[in-house]
Nanobody, 123 residues
């Protein structure tokens, strides 16, 4: 399995970015894929997930008004749309996936990781 992220960069507070992650190597659609992030000096945290099998999404309550996850099945890609970005959103954003259908299992222990893409939000 290979995960490749695109779309990081620098933006002013209040701006928007779209991250994308393309996935390859899965045998079928029974997997969960999504995003974690790790800010400097902080622990890694989950951001948003997408179950490809049943199209169920997980979005954190404190982010759902600004962040949205979607999937393009033809490109085998998942996107994180980030709006009204804040300096606290500065982090390395990592695409992560886990075989199976459990969102909770994905949140707790993804099997596969991308290399990450840096998002920097200036105040």
């Amino acid at each position: 399995v290979r995960l490749v992220e695109y779309g990081g960069g620098s933006v002013q507070a209040g701006g928007s970015l779209r991250l994308s992650c393309t996935a390859s190597g899965f045998d079928d659609d029974a997997y969960v894929i999504g995003w974690f992030r790790q800010a400097p000096g902080k622990e890694r945290e989950v951001v948003s997930g997408y179950s490809v099998y049943d199209n169920v999404r997980y979005e954190r309550d404190d982010m759902k008004d600004r962040f949205d996850i979607s999937r393009d099945k033809f490109r085998n890609a998942v996107y994180l749309h980030m709006n009204n970005l804040k300096p606290d959103d500065t982090a390395v954003y990592l695409c992560a996936a886990k075989e199976g259908r459990s969102m909770m299992s994905w949140r707790n222990n993804p099997d596969f990781w991308g290399e990450g893409t840096l998002v920097t939000v200036a105040s």
